[in-house]
């Protein structure tokens, strides 16, 4: 009875993955307070997408869900990024990607991200976004306490407008190309499957 009781725990443990040392690593430990069903264990590690997928099976046979967290900034020209996606789906790890930064997913804690912008301009959004709400801070990818008083509090409604433009880009792809299996995210600026991730973790609040 001990055996399979152990067994119990060990698949009922929650990973995610990223490589963004500190928002998204401080995001999500904030947000594990919430209190998942499961036990999350959240790790970082210095990789790039398909890295970290080859980092994340190792964890696979102990965990009843194993996620990846990364931008998709430059990693599809370098070809790093389709190879990762295929093999997260051929080892079953799933994916929670942000195009082309993180900083997506917290523009939708606030609003849908429908601008399409560069690489850096989330940042000067974010601080529009901040004092549009009332809030007299700047934001940066170090404060903790940012994160957890300012877009912790609306993670719901991150997950509703972040899961809008996502099936938004996918109806209008699978108008043009219906037979078409692999979706070309890394063309989808200003989506995000963080939301995916949030769902999983059956929140108990």
Not at 20 to 27: D, H
Not at 58 to 85: G, H, M
Not at 185 to 191: D, G, P
Request: hydrophobic share 35%.
């Amino acid at each position: 009875m001990a055996r399979r009781s152990d067994r119990f725990t060990a698949r009922n443990v929650f990973y995610i993955i990223t490589n963004g040392e500190q928002t998204e690593y401080n995001y999500f430990k904030l947000l594990k307070a919430k209190r998942s069903v499961y036990d999350v264990k959240i790790i970082f590690e210095n990789a790039d997408p398909l890295g970290l997928v080859q980092y994340a099976q190792r964890y696979i046979s102990e965990a009843n869900q194993v996620w990846c967290v990364f931008d998709i900034d430059y990693t599809y020209k370098d070809k790093r990024l389709i190879p990762a996606l295929k093999q997260a789906e051929e080892s079953g790890i799933k994916i929670a990607y942000s195009n082309v930064a993180f900083e997506v997913w917290l523009i939708s804690h606030f609003e849908k991200c429908k601008t399409t912008l560069q690489l850096g301009y989330y940042i000067g959004e974010l601080d529009k976004l901040l004092k549009k709400s009332g809030s007299n801070r700047t934001y940066s990818k170090t404060d903790e306490k940012l994160l957890k008083e300012c877009f912790i509090p609306n993670y719901k409604k991150a997950m509703e407008n972040s899961k809008i433009i996502y099936q938004n880009y996918v109806k209008e792809y699978n108008k043009k190309y219906p037979n078409q299996q692999r979706q070309p995210i890394w063309n989808w600026v200003s989506s995000t499957t963080v939301y995916k991730l949030v769902e999983s973790l059956k929140l108990k609040d």
